[in-house]
């Protein structure tokens, strides 16, 4: 069974900068498009950045120009070099397969949180 353990989520200031880290297992890694979610107090869960097996890269609106997801396939994980952090990206962040539909996806990891504040 597929196995997500994030790592990496602190508490920064705004404009500060993370890197978070997902290690997976229990899946051949390098076949699938990867993603990173998140979920903000109160609100749905979404799709913030993915990355396809071939590297091709999407990103929300929201985070474009900040965030950069990447892969390295040797090690089975996937990371997200966050920066210029705003209020409004305090959130759990999860990483999981790429689905436009978040919700078909049964297995989630513990997600790591990144809290925003000065």
Request: proline share 4%; with cysteine; aromatic share 12%.
């Amino acid at each position: 069974q597929v196995q997500f353990e994030e790592s990496g989520g602190s508490q920064v200031q705004p404009g500060g900068s993370l890197r978070l880290s997902c290690v997976v297992s229990g899946t051949i890694f390098s076949f699938y498009p990867m993603a990173w979610y998140r979920q903000a107090p109160g609100k749905q869960r979404e799709l913030v950045a993915s990355i396809r097996s071939d590297l091709p890269t999407d990103y929300a609106d929201s985070v474009k120009g900040r965030f950069a997801i990447s892969r390295t396939n040797s090690r089975d994980t996937l990371c997200l070099r966050m920066d210029r952090l705003e209020h409004e990206d305090t959130a759990v962040y999860y990483c999981n397969y790429y689905r436009a539909d978040s919700k078909t996806l049964d297995a989630w990891g513990p997600g790591t949180q990144v809290t925003v504040s000065s």
